[in-house]
Structure formats: structure tokens, C-alpha cells
């Protein structure tokens, strides 16, 4: 399975914002896993479906913060179970900043960078088989 996990993932550097996180953007043993138990077909159908549901949420503006929260608290499961877990933690702290109705700007975009290098990535595990 070609690695893209050892690329970093990168986060928006807002003044107030923590500090840039870096990480893997999967984890291929989570995916290796998958393959052993479902087999290659059905781990592509799943990688595919996360891909379509990254294209489909996320596309709200941030006054939208009903809408975002959703799309987060949606992404953050079926992200985390294929092991895309940067992707999983950046839609965590977006639900939470929607929660806690906190400026979502630095979140959005750390959120939309991972889900960008998630389906870059899926692209790629596609195109090794």
C-alpha cells in the first residue's frame, strides 16, 4: 500500500491559535487491518464513500456554524475508523468550536487542509491497485 502517511499535516498558525500540530495524514496500519478483515475491494467502496462525504460537507461558510458542527461530528467517525486520524481531530476541535461558539476561523481552515490531503491521499491508495 503506497505510504502518503509520513506527509505533514499542516494547520493554520492564527495568533491565538494553539500551536501547529504535525502528523501522518492515515495510519496505514489501520488500513492494512481494514484490507486483512474486509478484503482490498470493500476498503476501496469505504475509502471511496469517506471521499464522497468529504466532498459533500465542509462547504459552508463559518456563520454556518449548525451546518459545520454537523459536518464535523459526521467526518469525525468515519474519518477515525479508516484512520485518517488527523482528519478525525481537526473535525473534532471544529464541532467543539461550534459547540462553544468560538471563532471558527483557524478550525475551518485546519479542517479543510486535512480533508484536502485526505481525499489526495485516497486518490493515491486508489491509483497503487
Known sequence: MLDHSTREAETSAAPDAPAPRVGPIYEPRTLKELEDIFGRARLMDLLDRLRTEIGRRLQAP???RIVLGQDAHILLSAS?????FDLSQRCS?????CLDGTDLA???AAVRRSAEAAVTA???IRNQS
Open 106 to 108: 483557524a478550525p475551518l
Open 80 to 84: 477515525g475508523s479508516l484512520g485518517f
Open 62 to 64: 463559518a456563520s454556518e
Open 122 to 124: 485516497i486518490r493515491a
Open 93 to 97: 476541535e471544529m464541532e467543539r468550536a
